[in-house]
């Protein structure tokens, strides 16, 4: 089923009260560079996570830097290579719950529509 990417909840990256959404430009910079990120977020969050503290060491600011980064990346890796599977929406059908990465790409690159699948509430719960 497709859907249009307008009527899907796009959520910012972020800690507490700080945006960690990666930019346009930063976004443009990793295509350009062809530094992709491989690892999935729901699936390599704890090493992510692990990978962001240690480095940055209780510095808000890099944290989030590492956070950016890791978007920016992960949302290139989908705009060059594309995706297969369909954008997760919970049973709302406007709220992701897997695809983040992928919607964002499909809004850089201007698609108006994408696959999606909608969980029912038992899938949920």
Not at 57 to 80: G, K
């Amino acid at each position: 089923m497709k859907k249009r990417v307008s009527e899907i909840c796009n959520v910012l990256y972020g800690e507490g009260n700080v945006s960690c959404e990666p930019s346009n430009a930063e976004i443009a910079e990793a295509v350009r560079n062809k530094e992709f990120e491989l690892r999935g977020f729901q699936h390599d969050l704890g090493t992510l996570q692990t990978e962001w503290q240690r480095a940055a060491q209780n510095n808000s600011d890099e944290f989030c830097r590492l956070v950016r980064m890791y978007h920016a990346r992960r949302i290139a890796f989908f705009i060059v290579n594309g995706w297969s599977e369909p954008i997760v929406l919970r049973g709302d059908g406007c709220t992701i719950e897997d695809g983040l990465h992928r919607l964002k790409a499909a809004l850089y690159k201007g698609i108006p529509e994408v696959e999606i699948t909608v969980l029912s509430s038992a899938t949920i719960a």
